[in-house]
């Protein structure tokens, strides 16, 4: 049934011998022996001890010694003797390594001695172990073992517990112990006069966190990450311990015990009196006859204590508490000295004595003395010369004081609340009314609250006179910014016992103000447009908006008009001004006594009496200049560091055709701009960050290769060059552009006021004429035809019209026949276009033509000019 016994002992004793116990292989078919019974001692000497992958019952022991090794792989090792030795024996610095097994056995433990090692993993431990002497090391990791016991007090070692439970470990003097992640019940026997031990079975009194360690006696105890159950110190009578003892006392009464330099827990402790001297001490749910902390230069007594009743406290020198700043406090300090606690008599000469939550028969605040109260009550405080009592929601009946002070404060907490509903991280400032000085500040949380102590008074003894200072007028000032909207609001309250402050915060108010002004110097306007909300958008309507302007930089102004908002809070206005001036634009009005304000600076610069230029900027505009002959605009602009400036160039279209060639420099260096489209004007838009910068715009267009396609109807074209080829072209080129199927080319002669044709193949070379860029040619094809030109784009064209009719082209790109008329200037009386679809003529007269005759003007195209004089047109 694969069940194989030995019935013998058997020593092995060779050196550097390995006995592996394994599951031997059966005969086909059969079932794979994988347990064994051993009857009989296994005794080992210098000698290796496998078993692996099995159960193996032993009924005898398991001695080892000198240097050897048991290894346990995978396996049930169960170990049944009953006798007075050990079943286990790891002597003489044995190795004992158990792998992913169990070890059980009936009864005694594993005994070791020497410098053995024993090395345990993912593995659970029954015996326990049992240490005779020497230093082992022990590895205990993600496992589980009974017990560690030491009963040898020169035993020493290492002991690393990893991930495990170990029910006890019970130890002497010596011994370094690593615990982490782990669940240990540890006995500590460090004297023969006293007791400290941890039971096991208990997580609730003392939990160590990570990388904490207690300095004890000769003991280096590390624990990290570990549940540890709760010290115990058992002892009766009069005792003084010193040097860095940790100590607890529980359960335990008659105990009248002196404490220097200690780490003390008292806990469950009645009709017991204590002296403490430099000292950590947590005193909890006990009844005490006296606690006396004596002052003694040097030494630090931090004093806690919980749900107590003492009879007679008295404080003196005791230091390291908790005083939080700018009045704000979350709850009371961490370090608090009495909580929960009822006392007859408190005397106070600490610099920090904190008591929350208690009451109090008779206080006294000696000389020098300081103690806050919180959330108590006092029947009766008695403060000697300068010390200082300070009262937190706290009560007081009966007080005397000698060149002391009492500070009455009282809990106020702020709810910010925006359309009724509490907001978190609002911004709450809290001021003096006397002085408008801070008093303090802090966020409201996730609740929409947040929580100060404010002084309401102080009550100030001089000479046994009490004087009282109130301060208890407030301003509260609460802000709050959500998603890029502003709110705010601003209230006074009277401070005289808790409350509960509610400040409903209303949007911020804005009011943009918006300009555009014309290009044509005639005629010349600005449109206002703006917009008057709160910050949450919604519009405030029938709000007057005045509109005012300087042009002395801001030292007077003169109104323009008054405007009423909208519903929405928009408002609409126009303003006829010089064409020429620097101004500076103000849309005011005014909401609850606040002014609401927005400033724009405008420049408008005249351009040949035609046009106009104009800079719109919300930033300080000077030194501004503009070059007629370069087309180059140059300024400074300047305002509030930190935010942000913007500039809108006004441009007429018939001065600069295309802007993919301006140039915005900033400080010398080239920027980034938008253009926008706006009927008879381009749109010059760019933004930067405050400070002074120099601006440079070149609006000159620049030069570069293009190709245009000339495309002629049957019959009579009237054509121009669109782009300037680089070299020579006159008729006879012309003619041989258009595949054979030009028939004649003409030209105006505006001196003798008649036409010129060359004739293809026909007319004699004195016939050919030159093709020049801004005049217009009729070209006749007998069909429809194409050609493409290749040059390079015109940036500049001078004219010369003689009075009567001429013909000329126009490339500097597309514009109205209106607007060409006003370039060419008042004496223009005609501009006409050939239409080779319709073969007529269609003519603009300025001023008196509607609207719909105003055609387009195209490069590549020629038109008919009727001039009353002599004119040159240079242009840009």
Not at 526 to 546: C, E, M, P
Request: charged share 15%.
């Amino acid at each position: 049934k694969g069940l194989v016994y030995n019935s013998s002992s058997f020593y092995l004793g060779s050196s550097n011998f390995t006995f592996r116990v394994i599951a031997p292989v059966c005969p086909p078919g059969k079932v794979r022996c994988n347990i064994r019974v051993n009857y009989g001692d296994i005794v080992l000497n210098n000698t290796e001890l496998v078993i692996e992958n099995m159960s193996f019952f032993q009924y005898g022991r398991i001695v080892s010694y000198d240097d050897s090794k048991i290894v346990l792989r995978g396996s049930l090792l169960v170990v049944d003797y009953v006798g007075n030795s050990s079943p286990i024996e790891l002597r003489d610095n044995t190795i004992f390594i158990v792998e992913n097994s169990t070890v059980y056995g009936t009864a005694g433990s594993i005994t070791v001695s020497g410098d053995s090692e024993i090395n345990v993993s993912h593995s659970d431990i029954s015996l326990g172990f049992t240490l005779y002497g020497g230093s082992p090391i022990f590895y205990i990791f993600d496992s589980n073992v009974s017990s560690i016991l030491k009963t040898y007090s020169d035993t020493g070692g290492i002991y690393t517990i990893i991930n495990s439970d170990v029910n006890e470990i019970v130890c002497n003097y010596s011994g370094n112990y690593y615990i982490v992640n782990s669940s240990v019940g540890l006995s500590l026997w460090p004297s023969d006069n006293w007791v400290l031990s941890l039971n096991t079975g208990y997580h609730s009194y003392w939990n160590l966190f990570l990388n904490e360690t207690i300095p004890f006696s000769q003991f280096n105890l590390t624990l990290i990450n570990c549940f540890v159950d709760f010290w115990k110190i058992f002892f009766y009578g009069s005792y003084t311990f010193r040097d860095n003892f940790n100590i607890t006392i529980l359960n335990s009464s008659g105990i009248h015990a002196w404490l220097e330099g200690t780490r003390v827990l008292v806990k469950d402790t009645w009709n017991s009196s204590f002296v403490l001297k430099g000292c950590y001490s947590v005193i909890a749910s006990s009844s005490l006859d006296s606690l006396n902390i004596p002052r003694e230069l040097g030494t630090i007594n931090v004093i806690i204590l919980t749900d107590s009743f003492i009879d007679i406290a008295v404080f003196e020198g005791t230091s390291n508490g908790v005083i939080t700043s700018n009045g704000y406090v979350s709850e009371y300090p961490v370090n608090a000295s009495i909580i929960n606690c009822s006392l007859g008599l408190l005397k106070v000469s600490t610099t920090n004595a904190y008591v929350v939550n208690s009451s109090i028969v008779d206080l006294q605040c000696l000389s020098d003395g300081k103690v806050t109260i919180y959330n108590s009550s006092v029947e009766n405080i008695s403060v000697s010369d300068y010390g200082i009592v300070n009262l937190i929601n706290s009560s007081m009946e009966v007080y005397d004081i000698v060149y002391g002070d009492i500070y009455v404060y009282w809990y106020i907490t702020v709810v910010a609340n925006v359309y009724n509903s509490p907001v978190s991280g609002s911004d709450i400032e809290i001021f003096y009314v006397s002085n408008n000085s801070l008093a303090a500040k802090g966020i409201t949380g996730p609740n929409g609250d947040v929580r100060f102590i404010l002084l309401e008074k102080n009550i100030k003894g001089v000479n046994s006179n009490i004087n009282v200072v109130t301060y208890r007028d407030y301003i509260v000032r609460a802000t709050y910014s959500g998603k890029e909207k502003l709110y705010n609001k601003t209230l006074n309250i009277m401070v005289d016992t808790n409350k509960l402050v509610v400040v409903y915060l209303t949007p911020r108010v804005y009011l943009n103000l918006y300009v555009k002004s014309s290009p044509s110097y005639v005629g010349f306007r600005v449109d206002f447009t703006g917009r008057l909300y709160f910050s949450n958008d919604t519009g405030i309507g029938d709000k007057v908006v005045r509109l005012e302007y300087s042009s002395d930089g801001m030292q007077s102004w003169s109104q323009i008009t008054t405007v009423v908002t909208s519903s929405n809070g928009s408002f609409i206005a126009q303003w006829s001004p010089q064409a020429s001036g620097n101004y500076v634009i103000r849309a005011s009005t005014d909401i609850d006594g606040y002014a609401i304000v927005d400033f724009v600076s405008l420049i408008v610069q005249p351009y040949r009496e035609k046009y106009v230029f104009s800079v719109v900027s919300n930033s300080t505009v000077y030194d501004f200049a503009f070059n007629s002959s370069s087309l180059l605009l140059s300024f400074v602009v300047d305002g509030p560091s930190g935010t942000t400036g913007f500039v809108n160039v006004t441009i007429a279209k018939t001065i600069v055709s295309d802007t993919s060639g301006i140039k915005v420099y900033m400080d010398g260096k080239l920027v980034s701009y938008n253009v926008y489209s706006l009927d008879s004007s381009w749109l010059l838009h760019f933004s930067y960050t405050h400070s002074r910068h120099s601006v440079l715009i070149n609006l000159k267009p620049q030069v570069r290769k293009a190709t245009r396609l000339i495309e002629l109807y049957p019959g009579w074209n009237l054509v121009s060059l669109p782009l300037d080829t680089g070299s020579n072209i006159d008729s006879y080129i012309l003619a041989n552009m258009f595949d054979g199927k030009c028939r004649y080319v003409s030209r105006w002669d505006p001196v003798q006021q008649k036409f010129i044709t060359y004739i293809p193949g026909v007319s004699p070379s004195e016939y050919v004429f030159n093709i020049s860029i801004g005049t217009g040619y009729f070209v006749y094809v007998s069909d429809s035809v194409s050609s493409s030109i290749n040059g390079t784009t015109v940036t500049s064209i001078d004219i010369r019209l003689v009075r009567g009719w001429n013909i000329i082209g126009w490339p500097l790109g597309n514009l109205t026949a209106s607007e060409l008329a006003n370039i060419i200037g008042d004496k223009t009386r005609y501009i006409s276009k050939w239409d080779p679809v319709n073969d007529r003529f269609i003519t603009y007269i300025p001023g008196i033509s509607p609207k719909e005759y105003d055609f387009e003007v195209r490069p590549g195209e020629g038109y008919f000019i009727y001039v009353d004089g002599d004119i040159e047109v240079v242009w840009p």
